[in-house]
């Protein structure tokens, strides 16, 4: 039987899935959908700074590792998420002084990158650097306590501590042509002159019935910089209930971000942020919302499914 994941293949590009360590564990039916379906893995947690050094200096790896053995035992790629981000990171590196704040994210990155050195394939290096207005830098503590260089920091770090890793620079509302994008742009202009990035990661996590027209046109100015490019978080969010109506678009809405990515040489591919509608973060964040996945609770696909497989070239 056809899967996402034999398509993706045939076509080379990844079909991603974010992965819960609890659900990973405790579950086999999870497992095994997770392990037939996708041929790369993103830990929606368990790589994050608060998961991974919860205080200065204690690394804790085991949730993180568990996934990464998990990918490897199944021939699946990862994707590493994040170093460099404004949420869930820990409160003492919140507090530190501006030389005190790069010591930690190097010491962080260096030991994180290079335990996972040839088993994580790319990472999202900086993630969810600029604002949501006018494409303003956002003041972020990272910004407030390093200025502007920390994000070369970041990259320069990552770079020598994993030189075959590909580094990403994600975030989300730029699958657009706006001001936002049109930041990312120039800071990704930045750092490919000095030759530290090799990605952009364009999250999108949309709204049914809103995949920017522009999305096309907008991933290609980035790859004519030499970069690839990913969609690297994708759900489809409703007003919910969801009726068959709303599913059917979304299955419309899913088929034409995934066949942007097939049909861009350089887009390595799509990933989904979440198995089942159940385990989004979606309604936790917009009460009223969701069903924004692939697959329902009890594993049955939607038919959002059915038209990535299509977009994939099966089905
Ligand atoms: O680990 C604790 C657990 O001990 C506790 O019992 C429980 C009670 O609420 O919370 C658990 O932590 C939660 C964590 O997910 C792990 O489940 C946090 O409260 C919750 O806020 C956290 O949410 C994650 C969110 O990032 C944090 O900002 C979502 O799962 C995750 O999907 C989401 O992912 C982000 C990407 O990293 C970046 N882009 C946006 C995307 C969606 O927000």
Redesign the pocket.
């Given at each position: 039987q056809t899967t996402l994941r034999g398509a993706a293949d045939e076509l080379g590009k990844d079909i991603g899935v974010?992965v819960s360590y609890s659900q990973l564990m405790n579950n086999a039916q999870y497992r095994n959908i997770v392990a037939t379906e996708f041929n790369s893995l993103t830990a929606?947690?368990a790589m994050?700074w608060d998961a991974t050094e919860p205080s200065d200096g204690n690394y804790t790896f085991t949730q993180a590792d568990a996934i990464v053995d998990f990918a490897e035992d199944n021939g699946q790629t990862v994707h590493g998420?994040?170093f460099v981000w404004h949420?869930?990171t820990p409160s003492w590196v919140q507090g530190l002084s501006g030389t005190a704040m790069r010591a930690a994210m190097v010491d962080h990155i260096n030991t994180v990158a290079n335990r996972y050195e040839g088993r994580v394939d790319s990472w999202d290096v900086v993630?969810?650097v600029v604002s949501d207005s006018n494409g303003a830098m956002r003041d972020s503590f990272w910004l407030r306590a390093m200025g502007e260089g920390y994000i070369t920091t970041a990259f320069q770090t990552a770079r020598a501590a994993d030189p075959n890793a590909d580094l990403y620079i994600n975030d989300?509302s730029i699958e657009a042509d706006n001001a936002k994008s049109d930041r990312i742009y120039t800071i990704a202009q930045g750092l490919v002159g000095q030759g530290l990035l090799d990605g952009v990661g364009f999250?999108s996590?949309l709204i049914l019935g809103q995949v920017p027209s522009t999305m096309e046109a907008n991933l290609q100015r980035f790859v004519d910089l030499g970069l690839k490019v990913r969609i690297t978080?994708l759900d489809i969010r409703i007003a919910m209930p969801a009726d068959s109506s709303e599913l059917a678009r979304q299955a419309q809405d899913y088929e034409r971000v995934v066949s942007i990515c097939a049909e861009l040489a350089d887009c390595t591919g799509v990933t989904v942020?979440?198995l089942r509608d159940g385990d989004s973060?979606v309604p936790g964040?917009f009460p009223g919302e969701g069903a924004p996945l692939l697959f329902n609770d009890d594993y049955s696909k939607k038919p959002a499914y059915n038209s990535v497989l299509s977009a994939l070239g099966d089905g």
């Open positions: 974010a929606e947690n994050k998420h994040t949420q869930q993630n969810e989300y999250q996590h978080e942020w979440g973060w964040v």
